[in-house]
C-alpha cells in the first residue's frame, strides 16, 4: 500500500503544481524547457508507482459492499470520460462547452470506480484521483476561461467515435489488463470490482 501511496503523492502532486503556484517559480528559476523534463519524469514515476502498487495491494481488504446498481452508473460513466478525455485534444463543441474535459473526465472515471469499489486499495486509489480532479475542477470554473476555438460538429463526431471505441476495448481487455471483468467476461475466480 505505501508504493501506491507514494505514487498518488508524486503522481498528483507534481499536476497540482501550478494550482500552488510551485510551478511559475519553478519555471522562473529552471526555465521552461526544463520544468517540462522535471514534471515528465516525475509524472513518469509517479504513474509506474500507481500502478505497481495498485497490482501489489490488489486485492485488498474489503471495507464495504458496494450495491449491483453502482456497476451500472460506472458502466455510462467510464465511456463518458473516456470521451471527454479525448475531448481534450480535439478541436470540439465537447471540449469548448465543458472547457477542462480532461479534469472532468478524471473525475467521472475515478468518482465511478470509488462507487463501485470497496477494496480499500481501489478506494486509496479512485478517491485520491476523486479528490484531486474535484478541486482541480471548482478551481478551474472559478478561474474561468475557454477555448478560442469552438471547435466543429466534425470534431465532435471524431471525439466520440474514438472515445467509445477506445471504451469498448478497454471493457473487452480489462480483465486481461486490470484483472477485473466488466461484462460477460468474468471467470468464477475474477476478483470483484471494476
Known amino acids: 500500500m505505501a508504493v501506491l501511496i507514494a505514487g498518488l503523492i508524486i503522481l498528483l502532486g507534481v499536476h497540482t503544481t501550478r494550482l500552488i503556484g510551485i510551478r511559475a517559480l519553478a519555471v522562473r528559476v529552471i526555465g521552461e524547457p526544463l520544468w517540462a523534463v522535471f514534471y515528465s519524469v516525475l509524472s513518469a514515476i ?8 495498485h497490482i501489489l495491494a490488489h486485492p485488498s481488504e474489503a471495507i464495504w459492499s458496494p450495491p449491483a446498481w453502482t456497476r451500472t452508473v460506472a458502466l455510462v460513466a467510464v465511456p463518458l470520460s473516456i470521451v471527454l478525455l479525448i475531448a ?30 470497496g477494496e480499500i486499495a481501489s ?53 486481461q489488463l486490470f484483472g477485473v471483468a466488466i461484462i460477460g467476461f468474468a471467470s468464477e475466480t475474477a476478483p470483484p470490482g471494476i
Do not use: K, Q
Not at 46 to 53: D, E
Open 88 to 117: 481534450a485534444y480535439v478541436p470540439s463543441h465537447i471540449r469548448a462547452f465543458t472547457r477542462h474535459p480532461m479534469t472532468l473526465g478524471v473525475f467521472l472515471w475515478s468518482g465511478s470506480h470509488l462507487l463501485a469499489n
Open 46 to 53: 509517479g504513474l509506474a508507482l500507481v500502478i505497481y502498487g
Open 123 to 175: 478506494v486509496i486509489l479512485f478517491g485520491a484521483f476523486c479528490v484531486w480532479s474535484a478541486v482541480l475542477l471548482i478551481e478551474a470554473y472559478a478561474r474561468g476561461g475557454h477555448f478560442a476555438h469552438a471547435g466543429s460538429w466534425g470534431g465532435d463526431a471524431a471525439v466520440i467515435l474514438i472515445g467509445l471505441t477506445a471504451s469498448a476495448l478497454l471493457a473487452f481487455f480489462h480483465m
